[in-house]
């Protein structure tokens, strides 16, 4: 079996379309959208119009998300020898990965449940295989960090988010599927919090480089601050879940001054494109 | 019929306008619009989300968000299925509009929510009968959103789903029945 499997070799079948991160970071529609044009944020909420197609959206991202961290999980249990030296994994990572792997597997179960209850058909939307590409890092303590810490934290706000959503729509299916798969993440990132920890205990160089991973993807992945504490953030920030899964209150206030960044930077980004485009006949747009 | 879709050039997407007009085409002769009508399909490109409005029923004016149109799976190309599915909703909500029996549902932007769904579920449901997909499970998931995830609330959904001839009162009525029992 191969060590290091890369992103494009993961086993789909043809009901499922990969959309590469390029080609939704470079939609005009996102880089080049003029003020006036810009729709307004507004936190996820049943009362609002088209938010059933909202949550089904999301929760399809959230289900090729369980496939990639299923996957994930399962590479580091393969891909580094037994050890504690630092292209190594201790044997009881390995248990706690094999163990997330299991968490995984059930919750790609749940979310196509899920998906059948909410109209959605599995490879409805395009995948995005972001969380696979954090989890190939040759370092383990980097997957802990970029996986563990920082996209299923994210995972953390969208469960809850979304676990909220199903309450006020009285949606008792997806209350409890998020409910339940809410608690196994806090329980994986806690676990990527005290494996960093223990792993890092002695190499404050290490610790420094998987911390600063964990920052690039989370701002990436912040969805240009779309989960942050804003009034109109469409997703929260689950700041009490983040506390129970290991994180102290100045790392949570980092995440959030993080969305906040991506947010200011992505409506920069927008305006000096709009700017560009309004200049060019052709609308700036190939 | 003349269907004119705007813009002729889509730059910031990469919709095909003719497959646009046929697909209104055949959708509104299959629905029943009257073969004289002008329709009128405007496609603000720039905005991927996917709103649409009923502007005007003579000559028929929609005006429809990009993400409307967009296949899902490959972000800024044309989903035919899903353009469809929009026009084929809208169309059957104009030859509402325009029947003098069916009553006033006002402008949709002022239009309850609740009114809104069970009127989508009324329209969609006639166009599943024409043999489109119409995706039951989605628009029932849609419905129960708004009247309650409840066995009332689906069996106001079948009555629409199946509906034939309802008018707007009859549609409000099963609507705001099926949300008066949700509270309950």
Known sequence: ?286 | MTVTVTPETFVMVLFDHDAIVAVAERVAAEVGLPPDLDIQIVVDEAIPLARVHIESIDPVVINVEGGAFEDPRHPRQLGEELVADTLGRLFFQVLDRRSPSFGDPGDDNDQDLSHKVAWDTYAVGRLQRLGYDGRHQVRLYAFRNRHGFSDTSDEAFNRLWTGQDLTWDEITRISDDAVALRSV
């Open chain 1, 1 to 286: 079996m191969k060590v290091n499997l890369p992103p494009e070799e993961l086993a789909r079948d043809g009901r499922f379309i990969r959309t590469a991160l390029l080609t939704r970071a470079l939609d005009p529609r996102v880089t080049a959208v003029p003020r006036e044009k810009r729709s307004p944020r507004v936190p996820l909420s049943p009362e609002l119009p088209g938010s059933s197609e909202a949550a089904r959206s999301l929760m399809h991202g959230i289900f090729t998300g369980e496939i990639q961290a299923m996957e994930g999980a399962g590479r580091t249990c393969w891909d580094f020898p037994i050890g504690d030296g630092p292209a190594d994994a201790p044997y009881e990572l390995k248990l706690d990965m094999a163990r997330q792997c299991w968490d995984e597997a059930r919750h790609c179960e749940i979310s196509v449940k899920l998906g059948d209850w909410m109209g959605s058909e599995i490879g409805e939307f395009g995948e995005a295989t972001f969380l696979y590409e954090a989890a190939c890092n040759p370092d383990p303590v980097l997957r802990l960090t970029g996986v563990n810490r920082a996209l299923e934290g994210l995972a953390i706000d969208v469960f809850n988010t979304m676990r909220e959503f199903g309450s006020r729509a009285g949606d008792p299916v997806l209350e409890f599927c998020e409910d339940w798969m809410l608690a196994d993440e806090v329980t994986h990132v806690k676990m990527g919090s005290d494996w960093l920890r223990r792993l890092t205990a002695t190499d404050p160089e290490r610790r420094a480089r998987a911390l600063e991973f964990q920052r690039i993807v989370d701002k990436l992945f912040s969805i240009g601050g779309a989960r942050g504490e804003e009034e109109d953030s469409p997703i929260r920030l689950a700041r009490r879940f983040r506390e129970l899964a290991g994180f102290d209150t100045a790392e949570i206030d980092e995440i959030a001054q993080l969305s906040t960044d991506a947010r200011e930077e992505l409506y920069d980004r927008q305006d000096r494109a709009a700017a560009t485009a309004a200049e060019s006949p052709a609308g700036g747009v190939t």
